[in-house]
């Protein structure tokens, strides 16, 4: 029926600007103590901006970890950019929120999961996903020794406490 108010939609707009409001306050204040974030992305989504050896490495899906070393991280409405350290060389990185396909701060055991759509667009959150600290795979962006996992989804259920 036309017309109906699609309540998916609406919690994950909502869902979506907590992740813009987590970031907002990293780019103004930093993370503090043992805060950090975990955020995978679609490497092959439109307006994504990677240097071309992340992009050759990580074809599908990326896991970037913002903690103790990230610059100029700027958050617009549809995107936000930041520079990490990749073989200790900075690089620039835009990532549009609607590539987002998972966030978290394990230091408050708070994650969020988004689908992409057929349409590649973001299609239902799952609010209820949290982490565990000790359970979840390193996957860092200073951590180029590991092979790429491309395709690989990371299920947050999989790291809620026991």
């Given at each position: 029926m036309d017309g109906?108010?699609?309540?998916n939609q609406l919690v994950e707009k909502a869902l979506m600007e907590v992740v813009r409001e987590?970031?907002?306050?990293?780019?103004k204040d930093g993370l503090v103590g043992q805060q950090h974030f975990y955020i995978t992305f679609k490497t092959n989504y439109p307006g994504i901006n990677l240097p071309a050896h992340l992009q050759e490495r990580y074809q599908d899906e990326m896991t970037i970890v913002l903690q103790h070393q990230f610059w100029n991280l700027t958050v617009e409405q549809n995107k936000f950019s930041l520079?990490?350290?990749?073989?200790?060389?900075?690089?620039?990185?835009?990532?549009?929120?609607?590539a987002v396909t998972a966030?978290?701060?394990?230091?408050?055991q708070f994650g969020l999961q988004f689908n992409l759509g057929p349409d590649d667009t973001l299609e239902t959150a799952d609010t209820t996903a949290t982490q565990n600290d000790e359970a979840l795979e390193d996957v860092s962006?200073?951590?180029e020794k590991e092979e790429p996992k491309a395709g690989e989804v990371i299920t947050l259920d999989a790291f809620r406490k026991k």
């Amino acid at each position: 029926m036309d017309g109906e108010i699609n309540y998916n939609q609406l919690v994950e707009k909502a869902l979506m600007e907590v992740v813009r409001e987590s970031l907002r306050c990293a780019a103004k204040d930093g993370l503090v103590g043992q805060q950090h974030f975990y955020i995978t992305f679609k490497t092959n989504y439109p307006g994504i901006n990677l240097p071309a050896h992340l992009q050759e490495r990580y074809q599908d899906e990326m896991t970037i970890v913002l903690q103790h070393q990230f610059w100029n991280l700027t958050v617009e409405q549809n995107k936000f950019s930041l520079e990490l350290s990749f073989n200790h060389q900075r690089e620039l990185l835009e990532i549009p929120f609607d590539a987002v396909t998972a966030f978290a701060d394990p230091s408050v055991q708070f994650g969020l999961q988004f689908n992409l759509g057929p349409d590649d667009t973001l299609e239902t959150a799952d609010t209820t996903a949290t982490q565990n600290d000790e359970a979840l795979e390193d996957v860092s962006a200073s951590d180029e020794k590991e092979e790429p996992k491309a395709g690989e989804v990371i299920t947050l259920d999989a790291f809620r406490k026991k």
